[in-house]
């Protein structure tokens, strides 16, 4: 549910948000709300921005690393647990141990958005399997 709210927004902001939203093919207010929100999100969580992903939609990515549902993946692929899993994972994306942490943070804070990513980025490499496959077939 939202609520109207009332804002002062510099002219030079207001024309530069109406420009990207009109680039973006979004509404203004969307788009202020979904910077306001991924804003938020960063003050809370250091070390979070917030990309265009390749799958569709915005995805929070560490700042100098993978996609934060990258590390999901890679840290739940593996078999080792607790302190080690961290290692592990941060050795296999050649990223700091504390950067696999926020990730973590980031997942126990927005697990739907995180899981949702994870079902997007399986349905985009079945697609692109399967174009993949029909090329071949066609090389034959």
């Known amino acids: 549910m939202s609520q109207p709210t009332?804002?002062?927004?510099?002219?030079?902001?207001?024309?530069?948000?109406?420009?990207?939203?009109?680039?973006?093919?979004?509404?203004?207010?969307?788009?202020?709300?979904?910077?306001?929100?991924?804003?938020?999100?960063?003050?809370?969580?250091?070390?979070?921005?917030?990309?265009?992903?390749?799958?569709?939609?915005?995805?929070?990515?560490?700042?100098?690393?993978?996609?934060?549902?990258?590390?999901?993946e890679v840290l739940t692929g593996l078999e080792a647990?607790?302190?080690?899993?961290?290692?592990?994972?941060?050795?296999?994306l050649s990223i700091h141990p504390s950067e696999v942490r926020i990730a973590l943070a980031y997942h126990a804070a927005f697990p739907d958005e995180i899981e949702e990513q994870r079902r997007l980025r399986l349905e985009v490499a079945a697609e692109e399997r399967a174009r993949y496959d029909a090329e071949q077939a066609l090389l034959g």
């Open 6 to 72: 009332s804002l002062r927004i510099p002219t030079d902001v207001r024309t530069r948000l109406e420009r990207v939203a009109s680039r973006a093919g979004e509404r203004s207010a969307s788009l202020a709300t979904r910077l306001i929100d991924e804003g938020l999100r960063m003050a809370e969580h250091p070390g979070i921005v917030f990309v265009d992903a390749g799958a569709g939609g915005r995805a929070a990515t560490l700042a100098r690393g993978p996609e934060v549902v990258e590390v999901i």
């Open 81 to 92: 647990t607790g302190e080690e899993r961290i290692a592990q994972t941060a050795a296999w």
